[in-house]
Structure formats: structure tokens, C-alpha cells
């Protein structure tokens, strides 16, 4: 079946480490997203990126990376500079942009938890 | 670059009545693209409906509709017949297209929660 997988479901890091969050989809999608969701609020954009070894920085970048070498993974290192990283992170993907709609399927999400 | 609003953190609604989720968004591009989806407490996000910028006509899906307002920048939802199974999270969404500067790029409101009692 084709899907987008995000792993692992819950992640516990101890303060000043880096993580390493995974992204993998099989749909053959051009564009891929990372979002972090706090309890009760809307989702933040962090990184996006539309085609193979090019990404954007969203809304909320700081403290965060990506890489994009492969069309199938977009990878989210939150990093020890991220002040804040406990939250839920999903990821996303969409068809090639130029055709598309714009119409993301997404993950069922990391739970990220630094104690 | 974009933004959406949902000016309504909470909403209640009874089962088999009409509920409308509020969003308003501001943007200077022309082609776009706008989107309500539903994220359930299982957070997993589903699509409920999209609008093409483009299009004059309101999206419909089922029970699922839109007001949209091109030169208000106004978005709403309109659920009818309301349904337990409706309580979840909603948000707005904007995607740019083609041809823009926040081109690729899909931004959310904060959601509203939904609560449909019995």
C-alpha cells in the first residue's frame, strides 16, 4: 500500500541531544513537508522542500535541519540549539507542485519528548 | 508570505444540526489553493474539502461545504447534519501555486475544535 511513514511513533531524548526524526513516503511525490504541532494549537511549518536536494525554510526553522537525497525521505534533525522540542511532529507529502493542487497526505506523527 | 486565520479556538454543535468553522486568510497571490482538513483524536489528518482560487463556485463534498469569498479572503466550512463522528480538530489551509512567491509552500491556521454532542 501506498503511504507515508513516520517513525518511531514516540521518541524521548535527553536535553542538548540531537534527533534524528524519519520521513518516508512510497507515493511518488515530489514535495515533502515537516509541521510541529503544540497541544491545542494549529500546525507550524518548519522545512519544505519541492524536489530532490532543494528545501525552504517554513515558518518556524530555527533550531531545526533537513536533507532531501532521495525523493522517497525527507529526514528532520531537531538539534540541541531547537529551545523548545517537545511537541508532535508530522510530516507530509504532495504531488509535483506544478500539476498538483496542493492536496498533502500526511504521517501519523512523532511524539517528541526531551527530558 | 501567507497567512491563515481561525478566530475560533472552540465550537459545539448538536448531533443533526448546521455548524460553521470561520477562516480568514491574507495573501497577494493570485493562483492558490484552499483546503479544510480534520484531524480526529487519532491525529491522523484527513482531507475534508478544497478550493481552487480560481473557481467562483463553492466546493461541496456530502454534508461538507464552503463560503468562499475571494476579495474578503474568507473561507468558512459549513457542516451540516452534524455527526459524532465530525468531533475532531479542523484547520484551514493555504497552498500556493504555481507562478507565486510562496509557490510549493502549504501553510495552517490554529484549528478550531469541534465538539458534536448527542
Known amino acids: 500500500d501506498g503511504g507515508i511513514t513516520q517513525s518511531p511513533k514516540y521518541l524521548f531524548r535527553k536535553e542538548g541531544q540531537n534527533v534524528t526524526l524519519s520521513c518516508e513516503q512510497n507515493?511518488?511525490?515530489?514535495?515533502m513537508y515537516w509541521y510541529r504541532q503544540d497541544p491545542g494549537q494549529g500546525l507550524r511549518l518548519i522545512y519544505y522542500?519541492?524536489?530532490?536536494?532543494?528545501?525552504q525554510k517554513g515558518d518556524i526553522a530555527e533550531g531545526y535541519s533537513v536533507s532531501r537525497e532521495k525523493k522517497e525521505s525527507f529526514p528532520l534533525t531537531v538539534t540541541s540549539a531547537q529551545k523548545n522540542p517537545t511537541a508532535f511532529y508530522l510530516c507530509?507529502?504532495?504531488?509535483?507542485?506544478?500539476?498538483?493542487?496542493?492536496?498533502?497526505?500526511f504521517g501519523q506523527g512523532t511524539r517528541l519528548t526531551v527530558v | 508570505a501567507q497567512t491563515v486565520t481561525q478566530s475560533q479556538p472552540e465550537m459545539s454543535v448538536q448531533e443533526a444540526e448546521t455548524v460553521t468553522l470561520s477562516c480568514t486568510y491574507d495573501?497577494?497571490?493570485?493562483?492558490?489553493?484552499l483546503f479544510w482538513y480534520k484531524q480526529p483524536p487519532s491525529r491522523q489528518m484527513i482531507l475534508v474539502i478544497r478550493?481552487?482560487?480560481?473557481?467562483?463556485q463553492n466546493a461541496t463534498e456530502n454534508r461538507f461545504s464552503v463560503n468562499f469569498q475571494k476579495a474578503a479572503k474568507s473561507f468558512s466550512l459549513k457542516i451540516s447534519d452534524s455527526q459524532l463522528g465530525d468531533t475532531a480538530m479542523y484547520f484551514c489551509?493555504?497552498?500556493?501555486?504555481?507562478?507565486?512567491?510562496?509557490?510549493?509552500?502549504?501553510?495552517f491556521g490554529q484549528g478550531t475544535i469541534l465538539t458534536v454532542h448527542p
Open positions: 507530509a507529502s504532495s504531488p509535483v507542485p506544478r500539476t498538483a493542487t496542493g492536496e498533502a497526505f
Open positions: 522542500s519541492q524536489i530532490v536536494n532543494d528545501f
Open positions: 489551509a493555504f497552498w500556493g501555486g504555481a507562478g507565486g512567491t510562496s509557490y510549493g509552500k502549504l501553510t
Open positions: 495573501t497577494s497571490e493570485s493562483n492558490y489553493y
Open positions: 507515493l511518488n511525490h515530489d514535495a
Open positions: 478550493q481552487e482560487a480560481y473557481k467562483q
